[in-house]
């Protein structure tokens, strides 16, 4: 299944990309936004990384899924095209609140290449 079978629309707020993702300075956001800088992404230029999530979401399966307190999370994992002229694999986890019809992002992070 994916997320869009769920919901209708997916959100991912200007701020979650360019003061959490691409924010080395942010506590917990700082690996990632060492991972998606050193691909070359940039938060002059943060819809590159916002349209490259949002079409994963689109276009990959959801592969797991959890409640909480909030809402029902689910994961969804694939392999983003970057600035650098490569693709690498990244998991993104959203959320839909109950009753919700849309999904609202809320981290993403690189996975290892699978073996």
């Known amino acids: 299944m994916k ?12 701020a979650k ?3 959490y993702l691409l924010n080395k300075e942010h506590n917990k956001g700082r690996p990632k ?3 998606f800088l050193g691909v070359g ?3 002059s230029e943060w819809t590159k990384l916002a349209d490259a999530i ?3 979401a689109r276009e990959e399966e959801i592969t797991d899924s959890d409640q ?3 809402g029902v999370a689910y994961g969804i994992e694939g392999k983003i095209p970057t600035p650098d ?4 694999r990244i998991r993104t986890v959203w959320i839909v ?6 999904a609202n992002l809320i981290t993403a992070y690189p996975r290892r290449r699978k073996r």
Do not use: N
């Not at 002229?85 to 690498?88: A, K, L, M, P, V």
């Open 3 to 14: 997320l869009t079978d769920i919901v209708e629309e997916l959100v991912i707020a200007e």
């Open 17 to 19: 990309i360019t003061q």
């Open 33 to 35: 936004a060492k991972f």
């Open 41 to 43: 992404f940039h938060p």
């Open 54 to 56: 949002e079409t994963l």
């Open 68 to 70: 909480r307190e909030y």
């Open 85 to 88: 002229g490569q693709t690498r």
């Open 97 to 102: 609140k109950s009753q919700g019809q849309a």
